[in-house]
């Protein structure tokens, strides 16, 4: 593919074989920079760290249901210091559904102009996540891929 395809489209792609498989997505926006993920795997839970500056710098999260019935799901902002800041939850998020919106969108009632902290998406109940983050700015070098980070315990019900 060459990348000159509609702007501002979102999904997912479910790759599946009986072979060994690798690849990457390589997001590019003139002036600003490219940045590429590899892939996603099935999690109960992730957390990512995220921040929004008064310089445009803003985190993105981008979450795929990965089994084909509607889940339960739990997103908690959590300041710098582990705080609580604000908690979406999503009843009946569709089976190979997907969601990708910057902390501004997922908290909009937030404050999170001038925030650092980080991102916990939580199954709750049975199923599995995929997730991917990104920080994009709005001068070049301000695009990257953000690590997601397993939860180790999966103590939400």
Do not use: C, K, Y
Not at 1 to 12: R, T, V
Not at 52 to 65: E, M
Not at 129 to 145: H, K, R, S
């Amino acid at each position: 593919m060459d990348g000159q395809g509609a702007p501002a489209q979102a999904g997912a792609a479910v790759i599946s074989s009986d072979g060994m498989l690798g690849g990457v997505v390589r997001f590019n926006l003139p002036g600003v920079g490219s940045a590429g993920v590899g892939a996603s795997q099935s999690l109960t839970g992730f957390v990512v760290p995220v921040r929004r500056t008064a310089g445009g710098i803003n985190s993105g999260v981008a979450i795929h249901n990965t089994g084909i019935a509607a889940i339960t799901i739990r997103l908690s902002l959590l300041d710098e210091n582990g705080v609580g800041v604000a908690t979406w939850t999503i009843a009946d998020f569709a089976g190979r559904g997907h969601l990708a919106q910057f902390i501004n969108e997922l908290f909009a009632a937030a404050d999170t102009d001038n925030f650092a902290g980080s991102l916990v998406v939580e199954v709750v109940g049975e199923g599995g996540i995929a997730g991917t983050a990104l920080e994009l700015g709005t001068l070049p070098g301000q695009f990257t891929t953000l690590p997601v980070t397993p939860l180790l315990e999966h103590t939400v019900s």
